[in-house]
């Protein structure tokens, strides 16, 4: 059975923004474990595609556990700023979803 990805509760440490010279606030790395955490991803899915997966998708990636996986980027306010969704399958990764 493949070992689950592990989850960082500190990011990295603080980067320069390409288009300014202030520093970023580092995120923080959440595993969507519920789907009460599933309203973040279909906030930024509804934004960026013009043909978004649905919540009842997401329910079933959720229920496909140690294969589906989805994680939230946030901001150190707990605003959601991206996530990330990919299946490990046997030794491959395969990334779904980057936004």
């Known amino acids: 059975m493949p070992k689950s990805p592990e ?42 595609f013009t043909n978004p997966w649905t919540r009842v998708m997401y329910l079933a990636e959720l229920e496909n556990a140690g294969v589906s996986y989805c994680f939230l980027a946030k901001e150190a306010d707990g605003r959601v700023v991206g996530f990330c969704s990919f299946w490990h399958v046997l030794e491959e990764l395969h990334i779904k979803i980057v936004d």
Do not use: F, G
Not at 18 to 38: F, G, L, R, Y
């Open 7 to 48: 989850t960082k509760s500190d990011a990295a440490p603080a980067t320069l923004s390409a288009h300014t010279s202030t520093p970023m606030s580092p995120w923080a790395i959440e595993q969507v474990t519920s789907p009460d955490q599933i309203d973040a991803v279909l906030a930024i899915e509804e934004a960026s």
